[in-house]
């Protein structure tokens, strides 16, 4: 699958995780949490703590995380479970979570 053919997502859980991946892309039926309480990332990482800066998990999807976050390597599949939300990634947040910053 080419980077094209997928959407880059975060995704939020029941339980506070917030986790970070890709989805299969356009053509495809949109995900919706409601109907679908489990959603399979490939390339998925997870935000363990994010800062102040990143103005919470909107800014997640919108900006990234920045160099005060703790983002874990990626695995190359995950299936998440007890989804509330998909998030697509915006360009700039896709650059700043493939730097997984941790300190």
């Known amino acids: 699958m080419t980077s094209k053919d997928e959407i880059a997502v975060v995704v939020t859980t029941e339980h506070r995780g917030v986790f970070f991946g890709r989805i299969p892309g356009p053509g495809l039926p949109v995900l919706h949490p409601a109907d679908a309480k489990a959603v399979t990332l490939a390339g998925?990482?997870?935000?363990?703590?994010?800062?102040?800066?990143?103005?919470?998990?909107?800014?997640?999807?919108a900006t990234g995380p920045s160099a005060q976050c703790k983002v874990t390597p990626p695995v190359p599949s995950l299936t998440v479970t007890e989804v509330t939300a998909v998030m697509e990634a915006s360009p700039e947040a896709v650059k700043a979570w493939e730097a997984r910053p941790w300190r």
């Open 44 to 61: 998925a990482q997870m935000c363990v703590y994010w800062s102040e800066d990143v103005r919470g998990v909107l800014g997640l999807a």
